[in-house]
C-alpha cells in the first residue's frame, strides 16, 4: 500500500524545536516504532499511524537496525517513497547485534557501523540518514574510532546529525571533545531515559548537554505504560517532559486516535 495522501500538515498542533544548537528543526513530539511496528502492529495500521503523525506536525520518527528485526526501516522505507523526503526526519540507530554469528556484526566499530549504514539506507530506500544514534555505549572501541567513522558518514552525505542513546555524561563529554579534536562535527542529541518517574537527567545531564550544544530526544517518556497504569493521563505525562524546552519525546501509539490524542501534548500554549 502506498502513501497516495498526505493532507496539509497542521503545523500549529505539533510545536517545532531547533534541536541542540544545530540547525535540524523537529518536531516536539515523535512516532516510535519499538514494540509496535512489527510486532503488536501490522503495515496498514503502522501507516495510518504514521499518516496520522505527520499530518498534525510530527516530523521526526524514531527507528533502529534491530527493531522488528529490521522490519521497521523496511516499513518506514516503503512508506516514504509516497512521500517527499524532506517531509520526514529520520532517526536510526546502531549497536546491537544484528548476525549472532558474526562478533564483528554489533558495537560501534567502523567495520560494523559502515557496514550497517549502508544496510539500513537500502531497508530506508533513502541516500541519507537524518540523525544516527550510537544506540548505547561501547567501551571495547576507542571513541576516536567511532568518531572518525561518523565524520566519514557526514563527509560523504550519508548521515547529517548525529547522537548517542543511553550515554552517561562521561562518555558524552568525551565524544564531544573527540570530535572537536578531529575536526568531526560534534553530536547534537542525546537520547535518554526520561519521565516524571525517572528524573535522573536532570541534575547533570541536562545541564552538561546544553552546554555542549545538545537537545534531547527522549524514550520512555510513559515509563513504559506504567505511568498511565497509575493514573497519569498520557497527556498530562507528555506535556510534562515538554516543560524543559531542549526536549523531544518519543511516544508509541497502537492506532491514529492514540496518535491524536498524544499530539496534543504538543499543542501550543494557548
Known amino acids: 500500500m502506498r502513501l497516495a495522501w498526505l493532507r496539509r500538515v497542521h503545523f500549529d498542533a505539533v510545536q517545532t524545536m531547533r534541536l541542540g544548537r544545530s540547525g535540524l528543526v523537529i518536531s516536539r513530539l515523535a512516532l516510535g516504532t519499538w514494540r509496535t511496528w512489527g510486532n503488536t502492529l501490522d503495515y496498514e495500521a503502522a501507516e495510518r499511524c504514521l499518516r496520522t503523525a505527520l499530518e498534525h506536525g510530527v516530523n521526526l520518527v524514531d527507528v533502529a537496525d534491530v527493531y522488528a528485526g529490521g522490519q521497521a526501516e523496511s516499513w518506514l522505507g516503503w512508506m516514504m517513497e509516497s512521500l517527499r523526503r524532506s517531509d520526514v526526519v529520520v532517526s536510526t540507530k546502531f549497536f546491537w547485534p544484528t548476525d549472532a554469528d558474526d562478533p564483528n ?145 518519543i511516544f508509541g501509539a497502537s492506532s491514529p486516535e492514540q496518535v491524536l490524542a498524544n499530539c496534543a501534548a504538543g499543542a501550543p500554549e494557548p
Request: aromatic share 4%; proline share 6%; with cysteine.
Open 105 to 249: 556484526a554489533r558495537g560501534l566499530s567502523s567495520k560494523h557501523l559502515t557496514e550497517q549504514l549502508e544496510t539500513s539506507l537500502r531497508r530506508l530506500r533513502t541516500d541519507y540518514v537524518d540523525l544516527l544514534f550510537c544506540h548505547r555505549v561501547d567501551p571495547r572501541v576507542p571513541a576516536e574510532e567511532t568518531v572518525r567513522t561518523i565524520g566519514r558518514m557526514i563527509d560523504a552525505g550519508k548521515v547529517l546529525y548525529w547522537g548517542v542513546s543511553s550515554a552517561d555524561v562521561a562518555r558524552i563529554v568525551e565524544l564531544s571533545r573527540t570530535a572537536e579534536a578531529l575536526g568531526v562535527p560534534r553530536p547534537i542529541a542525546s537520547q535518554p531515559r526520561y519521565n516524571l518517574l525517572d528524573r535522573g537527567i536532570e541534575d547533570e545531564l541536562l545541564p552538561t548537554c546544553r552546554s555542549l550544544g545538545m537537545g534531547q530526544v527522549v524514550f520512555s517518556p510513559l515509563g513504559q505504560g506504567r505511568i498511565v497504569r497509575e493514573g497519569t493521563p498520557a497527556v498530562d505525562a507528555l506535556r510534562w517532559c515538554l516543560k524543559q524546552p531542549d526536549v523531544c519525546a
